[in-house]
């Protein structure tokens, strides 16, 4: 066991998707569906065969910068293994070409959920495991490498607050750095991580077969919520047998998207401050307080008609739909209420597609499966804003709160400045790219939206009439995917990789 973990990261990324495969497999012999077992069972064997061998010839492996070494891991990842998985998903749907099976793993291990499959009975039931499997895995990666990669380089959010260049290694991250070997750091918290990740799918999982839900869909939705990657087997959770009480429970098993709290346990804990205090769930709960009160409140300031006035009956639900509906979305699952068309009939037309947006913009807390800019540096922002304020008020007046909230709306809200006008610069080239493969301006703009922030069901409910991207052509669909690596990876990891102490010997 030393020798394989031991091996680069990379390669155990891929012998990790290949014992994977056999879960697919299996489920799919379960239902005597031959040809697709045999396909997973035979891409589980060769890419087997293919991770012995390059762990063989990479077994003495040592690179010059641990740390460097795992973070190109980190992006190799995104570029490799999706194709590695689209392997069996190609062989076992016969009228799909390798574009779109490489598109739908992209898509599944970056935890976006878009699909080019509208129909959702045009996939076997083990295809829709294995989808959301992917990214189950995927946002287990995403947990693992944010504490075990981006916390120690000052990177994927950390860089506001712990006060150390981006991209350089640091020991202010707590007991993050104490493990000097990146490989045994990963295997120390990915052996914290994984217990908790897999018990609450599971928790969840149960709660929804209680609920009403048959196994698979029970499973799916169960990955699909704490992956935040809002990857269903049917049509979401707006048409599953557990109806109000199945979103209940997704609901609150939402919320360990807004904090890092439950997954980390101690590992932060010079970092983290009281629950109430917490600037993400202080953000969170602003925009679930907000939000739908707004929307709601709107039904009795647009035009009606005489006689469109609902009763109080229509009015809960409404409200209700437009809450799950904002923390799905703020969280980028993308799962959307039952009751959501009530909330839109309520507040009436063209009020919802511009806060889901910005909702998938803002995004989740920082070393969650959430995608998005984060809270955190959207607080930054906002405390530096609110600063701002005061002094020109009282120019002289002096901000206080200690040294944690200085440099959060000092050098932490300067570092979160730079993320957010490097995500709007890539919002507008992946526009730009979208547009020059035929698309218009609205389309592409929820497109870019929705790949860069990993929130792939955006497309279907942000515009006014559901957009899909089976529409796409292939060169827009390479170019929706690589803004779903982007937004994944994050821009400033990948200019980590690019500044000169990466590459000087």
Not at 412 to 427: H, K, P, R, T
Request: net charge neutral; glycine share 10%; with cysteine.
């Amino acid at each position: 066991m030393r020798r394989i973990l031991d091996l680069p990261f990379l390669v155990i990324l891929m012998g990790i998707g290949a014992l994977a495969m056999l879960l697919p497999a299996a489920h799919a012999l379960t239902l005597r569906d031959m040809h697709v077992a045999r396909s997973f069972f035979y891409g589980a064997v060769l890419l087997l065969m293919l991770t012995a061998m390059i762990g063989i010839a990479t077994a003495s492996f040592h690179p010059r910068n641990a740390a460097r070494s795992h973070l190109t891991a980190l992006v190799a990842a995104y570029l490799v293994l999706p194709v590695l998985l689209a392997i069996p998903f190609h062989q076992a749907l016969r009228d799909t070409t390798f574009l779109n099976a490489w598109f739908e793993m992209v898509s599944s291990f970056t935890t976006t959920g878009a699909t080019l499959y509208d129909d959702p009975g045009r996939l076997p039931a083990s295809m829709h495991l294995w989808r959301a499997l992917v990214g189950w895995l995927g946002g287990f990666f995403v947990l693992l490498s944010a504490v075990a990669i981006l916390a120690p380089l000052n990177l994927g959010g950390f860089e506001v607050i712990s006060g150390g260049a981006v991209g350089r290694s640091t020991y202010g991250t707590s007991q993050i750095t104490r493990i000097a070997d990146p490989s045994e750091r990963i295997t120390r918290y990915a052996l914290a991580i994984f217990p908790v990740y897999g018990g609450l799918t599971l928790v969840l999982w149960v709660l929804l077969l209680m609920a009403g839900d048959g196994g698979l869909v029970a499973l799916c939705h169960a990955m699909s919520t704490l992956s935040t990657s809002g990857i269903s087997p049917g049509t979401g959770v707006a048409e599953s047998p557990s109806g109000g009480m199945g979103e209940a429970m997704i609901f609150v098993f939402l919320f360990f998207a807004i904090s890092r709290r439950a997954f980390y346990g101690n590992i932060m804990s010079s970092t983290l401050v009281p629950i109430h205090r917490d600037p993400e769930v202080r953000m969170a709960i602003i925009c679930l307080a907000v939000l739908p009160l707004v929307q709601f409140l709107q039904h009795w300031t647009g035009p009606y008609e005489k006689g469109t006035l609902a009763s109080a009956l229509h009015g809960a639900q409404a409200l209700w739909g437009s809450v799950f509906t904002t923390l799905s979305f703020l969280t980028t699952t993308g799962f959307v209420s039952q009751d959501w068309g009530a909330s839109r009939n309520w507040a009436g037309p063209g009020s919802s597609g511009l806060v889901l947006l910005g909702l998938a913009l803002i995004g989740g807390g920082v070393a969650t499966t959430a995608g998005g800019v984060k809270l955190l540096r959207v607080f930054a922002l906002y405390r530096l804003g609110q600063r701002e304020v005061e002094r020109l008020i009282h120019p002289n007046s002096v901000g206080g709160d200690g040294a944690v909230a200085r440099h959060l709306r000092g050098d932490g809200a300067y570092v979160a400045w730079i993320f957010f006008m490097l995500f709007a610069i890539s919002i507008a080239i992946v526009m730009a790219a979208l547009t020059l493969t035929g698309l218009e301006f609205e389309p592409a703009m929820i497109f870019a939206v929705a790949a860069l922030s990993t929130t792939g069901p955006l497309v279907a409910v942000a515009a006014e009439a559901p957009l899909s991207y089976n529409s796409l052509g292939p060169a827009a669909k390479i170019v929706v995917a690589a803004a779903m690596v982007l937004g994944r990876l994050e821009t400033l990891a990948i200019l980590a990789l690019l500044i000169p102490e990466s590459w000087r010997r």
